[in-house]
């Protein structure tokens, strides 16, 4: 089956600073890519996904990297907030219901 | 809208109580979830249900009982619970088929005593 690679654990920046979280997926058949931001307390929130058909996706001040040929794809955010303070898992999908496997998750800690 | 929409969102129950959680998404997606999260780890899953019928069995114990009534409606049918079961469990919904969207509900913390 597929397994996920998340890295980092924890990860703190300072307000305006950059953030990279990166994943590697094991099964070349994995397809689909989302990321989500669990805020504490709440249900884990879509907030970008790519496909394999697509090497970079970019919404505002989030921005996420594929590279199918490594297995690996990457979470970019730009000028951190400390509402950007979560958790923030990768998954991958490539199973016909879209059932997820997601990373063991990034504690992300933006510092005013 | 974007919604799944779970109840309880907090519930405690006894090893020997039946209880249920109940789950509702009205964006017309044809197959829905349940996931088990435990503190500090990822989402597991457990059950799918596509086009009101039990697709996946990830070998979840007896004593967690799935049911979906309908196309907006999933329940989770809880008897005989341990402590050990005491997680919080998400609800989820999506199109059916690879690479489509999941959205989840904020999910229902259940503690067994």
């Known amino acids: 089956g597929e397994n996920v690679e998340q890295h980092p654990s924890t990860l703190s920046v300072q307000e305006g600073d950059s953030a990279v979280i990166k994943c590697t997926y094991s099964?070349?058949?994995?397809?689909?890519f989302p990321w989500y931001k669990q805020e504490l307390g709440k249900g884990p929130q879509l907030i970008i996904d790519?496909?394999?058909?697509?090497g970079e996706k970019k919404d505002q001040r989030i921005a996420v990297t594929l590279n199918k040929t490594a297995k690996h794809f990457s979470l970019h955010i730009t000028e951190t907030q400390p509402e950007d303070s979560a958790v923030y898992f990768c998954?991958?999908?490539?199973?016909?219901?879209?059932?997820?496997?997601f990373g063991k998750g990034t504690m992300l800690l933006v510092s005013p | 809208d974007t919604e799944v929409t779970q109840t309880p969102k907090h519930l405690v129950m006894g090893m020997t109580n039946k209880k249920s959680l109940k789950c509702e998404q009205h964006m017309g997606h044809r197959a829905m979830y349940w996931y088990k999260q435990k503190a500090k780890k990822p989402p597991e899953l457990m059950f799918v249900y596509s086009y009101e019928k039990l697709s996946i069995n990830e070998s979840v114990p007896s004593r967690f009982s799935p049911e979906c009534p309908n196309s907006s409606l999933l329940n989770l049918h809880l008897h005989a619970l341990q402590p050990e079961d005491s997680a919080l469990y998400l609800c989820?919904?999506?199109?059916?088929?690879?690479?489509?969207?999941?959205?989840f509900g904020e999910g229902s913390w259940l503690t067994v005593v």
């Open positions: 790519i496909r394999s058909n697509v």
């Open positions: 998954a991958a999908s490539n199973r016909g219901y879209s059932t997820l496997t």
């Open positions: 099964d070349s058949a994995s397809n689909y």
């Open positions: 989820a919904s999506s199109s059916p088929g690879a690479g489509n969207t999941i959205y």
